[in-house]
């Protein structure tokens, strides 16, 4: 039996961080949570059994390169991105605003819409407001974005404030289609649409988009904007306003964040969700990401080793390979080396956002924190 729209409760504090539940139409998120990115309907180089099995509980999927392959429609006439990628949980979809930063050079923007020219045959594509709402009401995921403009890192300030201004004007659009469209999927449960704030690094003007949306008593709240080029210390001063700027009772989700040191700052200043490539994209190219910092599994200094990649971990991966032997694979090309290590990496995001939440809940996790950094990174 699918459940009721998104809902959300905090279940326990300390300082600002906050653990909390999300209830969607698939299930229960504890928070706060990770999300494996899967852009076009599969994150890369597991399967769905595997993906559940790392303790993943939310996975994120790409309107943008969804709606160009293999296209809405099909999406829904095979049951919808949850069947598709044969994943029973909880799903959001970004609505194609980042590639209106990822893609500008491939794109023309106007208040009215934003027309891409196709990375797949070249031909023209539109994406305006309604239409991202209705191509997400098609692929069928529990949480939706609206569209917006992602502005780059070092935007001049009237380039920032013109984004602000759009995307709260497309945010008001997407509501109207979103409710008009009786705020369900194709497939038949509730969708909740959530906002996405932006002003880059200029406070008043994240101020501006927040007091806006959360004006707009939207399901929950996103921050975009971020992690494409602004440094940690930017990120951090950006994140600093986030527990006063949206409601304690609503869903908070940082965009595009993954790296360890990015995800505790954020959580520390009361986030809850996160997406991120880094587990995967790393995975692919040898990098494994475990509590004592990073391996470079292709560094030759890992040929003969017999230790799997984390003594403490419990994944597949760490229970039945070893480091050499997974050098070898990356040395050798072969596919199994690089789904390897993402399994470990999607397992070792799971494990920290595991370990935040109980950190929160006893009350240590200021602490926990400072020893996690002190042993993941050099400095």
């Not at 023209?124 to 529990?142: F, I, N, T, Y």
Request: charged content about 20%.
């Amino acid at each position: 039996m699918l459940g009721a729209m998104v809902s959300y409760e905090v279940i326990a504090t300390d300082a600002r961080a906050r653990r909390g539940r999300m209830a969607t139409p698939h299930g229960t998120v504890e928070t706060p949570a990770f999300m494996p990115v899967g852009t076009a309907g599969s994150v890369k180089g597991v399967t769905a059994e595997q993906l559940a099995a790392s303790g993943a509980q939310m996975v994120l999927g790409n309107t943008y390169h969804l709606m160009l392959r293999p296209g809405a429609e099909t999406v829904a006439h095979l049951g919808g991105l949850h069947a598709m990628m044969a994943w029973p949980g909880p799903i959001l979809t970004d609505s194609g605003g980042y590639q209106v930063f990822s893609l500008a050079h491939r794109r023309v923007m106007t208040d009215e819409a934003v027309v891409f020219r196709s990375h797949i045959d070249g031909s023209e594509v539109a994406l305006s407001p309604e239409k991202a709402v209705a191509v997400q009401r098609l692929l069928g995921a529990d949480v939706i974005m609206q569209l917006d403009e992602c502005p780059p890192a070092g935007a001049p300030r009237p380039v920032v404030a013109e984004a602000v201004r759009r995307s709260l004007a497309w945010a008001r659009r997407g509501q109207a289609a979103w409710e008009a469209q009786g705020r369900s999927a194709d497939q038949g449960h509730d969708q909740a649409l959530f906002g996405i704030q932006q002003g880059g690094v200029f406070a008043d003007l994240r101020a501006e988009s927040a007091a806006t949306l959360v004006a707009m008593d939207l399901p929950g709240y996103a921050v975009g904007g971020l992690s494409v080029g602004e440094g940690h210390e930017a990120l951090c001063g950006v994140l600093d306003s986030l527990d006063e700027q949206f409601p304690s009772d609503r869903p908070r989700y940082v965009m595009g964040l993954g790296e360890p040191r990015d995800l505790l700052a954020a959580v520390a200043r009361g986030a809850d969700l996160f997406d991120c490539v880094l587990p995967t994209r790393n995975g692919r190219n040898a990098q494994a990401f475990t509590w004592g910092g990073r391996l470079r599994l292709r560094n030759a200094r890992w040929a003969d080793d017999p230790a799997p990649l984390d003594s403490a971990c419990d994944c597949y991966t760490c229970r039945h390979y070893s480091r050499g032997t997974i050098r070898h694979l990356f040395q050798a090309k072969e596919m199994l080396g690089p789904t390897l290590v993402t399994i470990h990496n999607l397992r070792f995001f799971a494990r920290l956002m595991s370990a935040i939440r109980e950190a929160i809940r006893r009350g240590d996790f200021a602490a926990c924190a400072r020893r996690w950094l002190g042993e993941m990174y050099d400095e």
